[in-house]
């Protein structure tokens, strides 16, 4: 090897911007053939749509406003993720998690709208709100792990920095951020774009995919953490898979339900299922059914009745939830069945409340 060439080696070798460009490329790449597949995807939807309103003549799904076809995607979205993470985190006494998690994708959403505001830099708030909240939620594992607390004082002390982070940030730039962060406090129906909506369906992909492979020891995990360490599974571990994948939820959720409403739908649908339910796949498979009947009719009365769609879901969610109480509480009249404690909720044939054996 000649002199000259070993020089020009090493000098292109110890440039790190060098050894970065075509990692970059091959990122870029792969992000645009993702993007362009996701986007792809959203045409078909709107064809879907655009079929569903002329069969049904429904005003809010006219071809004009794409912005509803969108939303309802993101609902139905929404209706499968969170009462499929809220079911486990309900059945673990974490109802609480959501709001911490919000109130941290709140800061992240500030974060991302500070940075756009300051240096240009031109990233999706939802993006940061991902990143920030995913980090929280790590956060409120490695606290209750290292200091022996209990969840609901990690979870406090998480919601309380990352909302004083948020309003911070806010106040620093108070004449554009309070104006664009309205949107994300409350949801809007109007604002989800392609891109917020590609990046709900790169959350609903991973969140359903994880589930889906770890089902079984997230359930073992969930109902007897002491027999599943003894079989030898990380429970520290499946403890933080649970937290990331409630921190994608909420802020796939976010886009129309608003921070502040958001831990509505990993509670109120798998509590109302609780209540006509005797097993937890049966659990599990009803708050989904609730949850999206939920979210397509509350979607409807937003966009009707002209208020807000995080509202509007939620009331619906709990209205159901009451009819699923009154449901529950006619079979046990009935003799049919009674109305289960939340803790007797059978995980398939193994009965939780003894909860020493696996799924």
Known sequence: MSAEVATTLVTNVGDPLLLLLPMQGVLGAVGNLVFGVLLWFLEQWYWLMDWAYYFTGLEMLNPRYRFMHRAILVGLCVGVMAPLIGTFLVHRQLALIGDALAHTAFAGVAIGLFLNAV???????????????????????????????????????????????????????????????????????????????????????????????????????????TAAAVSGLSVNWYNRV??????????????????????????????????????????????????????????????????????????????????????????????EQATPDMGSIKADSVDVGAGTEDD
Request: proline share 1%.
């Open 119 to 225: 240096i240009g830099l031109g990233v999706s708030p939802y993006l940061t709100a991902v990143v920030v909240a995913m980090i929280a939620a790590l956060f409120i594992e490695l606290i209750s792990e290292v200091t022996d607390a209990y969840n609901d004082v990690s979870m406090a002390i998480v919601l309380s920095t990352g909302f004083a982070l948020g309003t911070t940030l806010i106040s620093l730039n108070a004449g554009g951020l309070a104006v664009g962060v309205n949107q994300f406090l409350f949801g809007n129906l109007s604002t989800v774009s392609p891109q917020s909506a590609a990046i709900l369906l790169v959350l609903f992909a991973v969140i359903v995919g994880t589930v889906a492979v770890t089902r079984n020891q997230l359930l073992y995990v969930t109902f007897d953490e």
């Open 242 to 335: 649970m937290v990331m994948l409630t921190a994608m939820v909420v802020v796939g959720a976010m886009q129309i339900m608003g921070v502040i409403l958001v831990a509505a739908m990993l509670v109120v649908p798998v509590a109302g299922a609780t209540q006509v339910s005797r097993s937890f796949s049966e659990s599990l498979v009803v708050s989904v059914v609730l949850a999206e009947l939920a979210v397509l009719l509350g979607i409807a009365v937003a966009y009707y009745a002209g208020v807000t769609a995080g509202g509007a879901i939620v009331l619906v969610a709990v209205g159901i939830y009451i009819c699923a109480v009154a449901l529950g509480k006619v079979q046990s009249a009935r003799g």
